[in-house]
């Protein structure tokens, strides 16, 4: 088995939003991931849309005065695939962390995958809270797709293909419907794929909230989970990280 990881982009920000309590410049990537199973590949999110690649300034102007997307290079998810040597039709599953613009905008676009979402998160995406709302991008989700609904804690670590090999974690706090990944690779070990339950590695060492979330309790809770499951080996990949970005391996190369 195999994990690549891809970016999609930069979000050009502020620290604040990451880390509450801070301040300061914090360019940040957008990234995603393709794990190659013997059963097929897997994609565990798939970054911005190709509008918003094409032309972010398209955006919503509250996006861009935040975030100000950019940077694409090849990262569009059908560039990274074509350039990997993988069609779109072999994708087997596409796992949706949550269904924020910049990692849910490849649904739709694998006609033999199964869409694999916490029930939770797609429900609020359509009747999102206002202060989340123009994060979720409707033509993003809102797609006849094969979706397979996960159900909060009662699927808790949901085994994708039976193997042990690929987990999924009901990680709720950044979304009511929020989930991660943990890949238990042969050389590298675990790695637990944090996506937006934990932003940075000081979200995690130092219990820190970022500026917004939608259950701090639950974004706490998830924390505490990661950290048990970092003492007992698994390499944690943090969300949006610039600093910890430095040391992660991407595409072309990878871990096994």
């Not at 990274?80 to 069609?87: F, N, P, R």
Request: glycine share 8%.
């Amino acid at each position: 088995m195999k994990l690549y990881v891809l970016q999609c982009g930069v979000l050009y920000s502020d620290k604040s939003v990451f880390v509450s309590g801070s301040a300061g410049k914090f360019d940040v990537p957008v990234p995603y991931f393709l794990i190659e199973h013997e059963k097929g590949y897997v994609l565990f999110d798939s970054g911005h849309n190709q509008t918003t690649v094409n032309n972010p300034q398209t955006l919503p102007q509250a996006i861009l005065d935040s975030f100000r997307p950019a940077d694409f290079g090849d990262g569009y998810v059908l560039d990274a695939l074509k350039k990997a040597g993988v069609k779109p039709e072999e994708i087997v599953y596409h796992v949706c962390s949550h269904l924020h613009f910049d990692h849910a905008g490849g649904i739709g676009l694998f006609p033999n995958a199964t869409y694999v979402v916490q029930r939770q998160e797609l429900h609020y995406a359509y009747v999102p809270d206002p202060f989340i709302k123009l994060v979720y991008f409707r033509e993003d989700f809102d797609k006849d797709v094969n979706w397979l609904f996960l159900d909060g804690w009662n699927d808790n670590r949901h085994d994708l293909f039976g193997d042990g090999k690929i987990i999924i974690y009901y990680t709720p706090g950044h979304t009511p419907g929020h989930q991660s990944m943990l890949v238990n690779l042969e050389e590298d070990g675990p790695m637990l794929l944090t996506q937006d339950a934990c932003f940075t590695e000081e979200n995690l060492n130092e219990l820190k909230l970022p500026g917004t979330v939608a259950n701090s309790s639950a974004y706490i809770k998830t924390l505490m989970t990661f950290k048990d499951l970092q003492k007992r080996g698994a390499k944690i990949v943090v969300g949006h990280d610039c600093n910890a970005w430095l040391s992660i391996k991407k595409f072309p190369d990878f871990y096994r």
